[in-house]
């Protein structure tokens, strides 16, 4: 029952055409866009943004380390943008269905991520020509835009 719900929302936002919004902070494209895609902040809540930037020394095994100063301008960027303060159609179904008393540190194990990708196999994340999960952008040739609506989908071999 819950995922019809799930599938509503997804058809509503494809025919609103409206998705998260992009990134509009040069210092979040740079920084945050310099190891992998740089992801929205409206994938992810507040909570968890906070948990994330406040913790760039210890960054899933890396150092993305910041000055305080740019760590406290990107804090408040990602946070003013987090799903939880967004209208777009995809942050309000991430808010909605991150469990309240849960801290995601990822995007790629929340439901909302695996319900959109069940169809896919594991090993097609793992390729060569995607890396991981988290590469948005080697499937979602719009992910930049914010756009993740499966007409742009084209899964590379
Ligand atoms: C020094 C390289 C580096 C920089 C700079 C960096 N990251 Fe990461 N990030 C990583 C690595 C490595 C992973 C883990 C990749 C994996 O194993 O899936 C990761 C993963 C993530 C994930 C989880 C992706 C998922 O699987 O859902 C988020 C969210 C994230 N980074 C946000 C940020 C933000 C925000 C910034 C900017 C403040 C940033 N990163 C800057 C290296 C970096
Ligand atoms: C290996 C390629 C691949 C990667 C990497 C990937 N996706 Fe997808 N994604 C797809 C495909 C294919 C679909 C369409 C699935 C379907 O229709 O069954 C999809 C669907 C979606 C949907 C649902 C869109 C809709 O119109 O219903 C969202 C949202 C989404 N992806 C977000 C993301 C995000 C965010 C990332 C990165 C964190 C990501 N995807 C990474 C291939 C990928």
Redesign the pocket.
């Known amino acids: 029952m819950k995922y019809i719900y799930l599938v509503v929302i ?1 058809i509503s ?2 025919l609103l055409a409206s ?1 998260v919004k992009p990134i509009n902070n040069q210092l979040a494209l740079k920084e945050c866009g310099s190891c992998h ?1 740089a ?1 929205q902040p409206g ?1 992810l809540p507040k909570r968890s943004w906070k948990k994330i930037i406040s913790n760039l020394g210890n960054h899933f095994g890396t150092d993305a380390s910041l000055d305080k100063k740019d760590e406290q301008m990107l804090l408040s960027y990602f946070i003013k943008n987090s799903s939880d303060n967004s209208n777009q159609y ?1 942050s309000r179904v991430i808010t909605r269905y991150t469990r309240a008393d849960k801290t995601p540190m990822r ?2 194990t929340g439901v ?2 695996r319900r ?2 069940d ?2 196999r594991r090993s ?2 793992l390729r060569k020509s ?1 890396g991981n ?4 952008i ?3 040739r719009t ?1 930049k835009r914010g756009l ?3 007409d742009y ?1 084209r ?1 590379p071999r």
């Open positions: 997804f936002g494809i998705d895609f992801y994938l995809l995007i790629t909302v991520f959109a990708h169809e896919l097609t994340f995607v999960p988290g590469n948005c080697a499937c979602h992910a993740y609506n499966e989908v899964i």
